[in-house]
């Protein structure tokens, strides 16, 4: 059964920087991608970032890119998003996410995410 759950969120400054960690079970964790997806209230969920299993290659949404960075540490089967230079509008609800092979697919539903941790919360104050 594949477990996922998140730390790290909290209330932060516009400008400040917070690192999200999601650790994972169930699987072996080195043999899939992972990912970060957000949903603010009111709003769809969407998506932040993922990252094949070998961690090397990421993507990443526009409004993430060169703030946000992905990573995997396969010792301690956990991956993390470090979240640098936060606006307001990166509030929301992040989730991690586990997917169903070693790549991920940026045309397929959810990026191939299969599995869905129960989130953490970000709020940047401005």
């Known amino acids: 059964q594949v477990q996922l759950v998140e730390s790290g969120g909290g209330l932060v400054q516009t400008g400040g920087s917070l690192r999200l960690s999601c650790a994972a079970s169930?699987?072996?964790?080195?043999?899939?991608?992972m990912g970060w997806f957000r949903q603010a209230p009111g709003k769809e969920r969407e998506f932040v970032a993922v990252i094949t299993w070998s961690g090397d290659s990421t993507y990443y949404a526009d409004s993430v890119k060169g703030r946000f960075t992905i990573s995997r540490d396969s010792a301690k089967n956990t991956v993390y998003l470090q979240m640098n230079r936060l606006k307001p509008e990166d509030s929301a609800v992040y989730y991690c996410a586990q997917g169903n092979g070693r790549y991920y697919n940026i045309r397929g539903r959810d990026y191939g995410m299969d599995y869905w941790g129960k989130g953490t919360l970000v709020t940047v104050s401005s």
């Open positions: 169930g699987r072996t964790f080195s043999t899939y991608a």
